[in-house]
């Protein structure tokens, strides 16, 4: 028992099993891959700076570490949230701008939404074929209108997952809340779509040949009943 009420801790159960079937492994692979794109893109970008709340991340040091020199360099252009966005500034985040009560700091949370809502937002990551990339640009270096169909799925994703986090997986249960992405040109016309745009088409359940995203931890741990304050600035 807790202040809030009872705890479900049976839930914990089903979680940690996940963890030794290497459920998350995708999450780490993701992060992973998503600092490099973001570090080789500021590289060449020399005025690129990324956003992220993942200093505290473990992998933080093991790409710079492992990967690359000079890390005081790189620290140099990792966003302090201290500091209010500025417009002449190239921002770039990785995928854990899904992430919206952890991945992105209060203070940015508000620009963050205007930028999304504007379709201030570009794909970076070339190859990536997901409806959700490794890397964006968001901000105003980025033209109003650029992409509002990827904009869109991030808010999507974001009230529908009410903000908490998100995770790119094979596998699923009945524990977590899952959604299956289609491209548009293979979408299931058979099943209901609960969001599509030009682009994507979204399920709420299993789609043959689908992207599934789940929630990162089982619903039942989830307060929907008590949205963030942050949640507001979505509507």
């Given at each position: 028992m807790t202040h809030d009420g009872p705890l479900p801790t049976g839930a914990y159960f089903s979680f940690y099993r996940k963890i030794k079937e290497g459920f998350f492994g995708q999450?780490?692979?993701?992060?992973?891959?998503?600092?490099?794109?973001?570090?080789?893109?500021?590289?060449?970008?020399k005025d690129a700076v990324l956003i992220s709340n993942v200093r505290e991340y473990y992998e933080y040091q093991l790409v710079l570490n492992n990967h690359y020199n000079d890390i005081d360099k790189w620290k140099e252009r990792w966003y302090e949230d201290s500091f209010p966005i500025k417009s002449d500034v190239k921002y770039i985040m990785i995928w854990k701008y899904l992430w919206f009560r952890r991945g992105i700091s209060d203070q940015i949370k508000p620009q963050f939404v205007q930028f999304l809502k504007n379709g201030q937002v570009r794909n970076i990551s070339d190859s990536d074929?997901?409806?959700?990339?490794?890397?964006?640009?968001?901000?105003?270096?980025?033209?109003?209108?650029?992409?509002?169909?990827?904009?869109?799925?991030?808010?999507?994703?974001?009230?529908?997952?009410?903000?908490?986090g998100i995770v790119h997986s094979k596998q699923t249960s009945d524990l977590l809340r899952s959604t299956y992405w289609v491209e548009k040109t293979a979408a299931n016309k058979q099943e209901q779509s609960i969001y599509t745009d030009n682009q994507w088409s979204c399920y709420s359940e299993k789609v043959p040949n689908s992207d599934l995203w789940v929630s990162e931890f089982p619903v039942i741990l989830y307060k929907e009943s008590r949205p963030s304050k942050s949640e507001a600035l979505l509507d």
């Open positions: 999450t780490y692979r993701d992060d992973i891959d998503s600092l490099k794109l973001a570090i080789d893109f500021m590289s060449i970008q074929k997901s409806p959700f990339p490794l890397l964006i640009e968001i901000g105003d270096t980025v033209p109003k209108g650029n992409d509002p169909d990827l904009a869109n799925r991030i808010l999507f994703m974001i009230k529908y997952y009410h903000g908490y």
